[in-house]
C-alpha cells in the first residue's frame, strides 16, 4: 500500500492567519482524500481532491475556506483559511485505489492543529 | 441510509479475552466493510476488510463476522492484548465510489 508522508505534524496558529498542510505520496494514486477529525471523534470527510480538476466538497465545507490542490497524482495541499478556534482539529490526508478486489485506504499521520 | 452505526463507545477487557465490536448499517448497496484501528497520534489503519458474499473472515487474532440479513458487521479480537488498546473505526463503502462512511469509533481498552 502507499506511504504518506503529511507535513507539518502539529502547529499553533494565530486566528485569521492561513495554513497549508502538504501530503506527499511515495506512488501515484487515484484518489485522495482530506479529512477532519477532532479529538475522541469519528472521521468526516471534507473533500475528495481530483487531480487536473477543482476538489470536490462534502456539505458544510468550501472551497473559499479549505482550498485544495492537486496538481499530480502524489502530491495534494489543504489550506485552512482565516482560521478560528473552530478549526482547531486534526486534519488528516488519506489515499485511495484498488488493487484486485482490494479497495486500500491509506492514512497520513496526520496534522494537529491549534488555533489561538 | 448512509450511516453506519457503531457499539460500544468504549469497550474495557481483559488480556487473554475477547473484544467484540459491533456496527449496522442500512444502505444495503454498500459492498465493502473494512475495519480500522487507530492510535493515539497516528491516522487510523486498516486492519482487516470483508465483502458482503463471505459471513466471516479471520486474520490472525481479527475476525470479521458478517450477517447479510441483519445488515450487521462485527470485529472479534481474540486473545486480546495491552498492544490491541486503540480506537477501532468500522465503515462501509459502495461500488466504484471510494468514500468511506464511517462509526462513530470504539476506544477499546485492554487491561492487563
Known amino acids: 500500500s502507499a506511504v504518506i508522508s503529511q507535513k507539518p505534524s502539529r502547529d499553533i496558529c494565530q486566528r485569521g492567519t492561513s495554513l497549508t498542510i502538504q501530503c506527499q505520496v511515495d506512488?501515484?494514486?487515484?484518489?485522495m482524500f482530506w479529512y477532519r477529525q477532532q479529538p475522541g471523534q469519528s472521521l468526516t470527510l471534507i473533500a475528495t481532491?481530483?487531480?487536473?480538476?477543482?476538489?470536490?466538497?462534502e456539505s458544510g465545507f468550501v472551497i473559499d475556506k479549505f482550498p485544495i490542490s492537486r496538481p499530480n497524482l502524489t502530491f495534494s495541499t489543504l489550506t485552512v483559511s482565516n482560521m478560528s478556534p473552530e478549526d482547531s482539529s486534526i486534519y488528516l490526508c488519506?489515499?485511495?485505489?484498488?488493487?484486485?478486489?482490494?479497495?486500500?485506504?491509506?492514512f497520513g499521520s496526520g496534522t494537529r492543529l491549534t488555533v489561538v | 441510509q448512509q450511516q453506519v452505526k457503531q457499539s460500544p463507545q468504549s469497550l474495557i477487557v481483559q488480556k487473554g479475552g475477547i473484544s467484540i465490536i459491533n456496527c449496522a448499517y442500512e444502505?444495503?448497496?454498500?459492498?465493502?466493510f473494512p475495519w480500522y484501528q487507530q492510535f493515539p497520534g497516528k491516522g487510523p489503519a486498516l486492519l482487516i476488510a470483508?465483502?458482503?458474499d463471505v459471513s466471516e473472515k479471520k486474520e490472525g487474532r481479527f475476525t470479521i463476522s458478517f450477517n447479510k440479513s441483519a445488515k450487521q458487521f462485527s470485529l472479534h479480537i481474540m486473545d486480546s492484548q495491552p498492544g490491541d488498546s486503540a480506537t477501532y473505526f468500522c465503515?462501509?463503502?459502495?461500488?466504484?465510489?471510494?468514500?468511506?462512511?464511517w462509526g462513530a469509533g470504539t476506544k477499546l481498552i485492554i487491561k492487563p
Open positions: 465503515a462501509a463503502s459502495k461500488g466504484s465510489n471510494y468514500q468511506l462512511i
Open positions: 444502505n444495503t448497496a454498500f459492498d465493502y
Open positions: 506512488s501515484q494514486v487515484t484518489m
Open positions: 488519506s489515499t485511495g485505489d484498488r488493487t484486485g478486489r482490494v479497495r486500500g485506504y491509506t
Open positions: 470483508i465483502r458482503p
Open positions: 481532491a481530483n487531480q487536473g480538476s477543482e476538489a470536490t466538497y
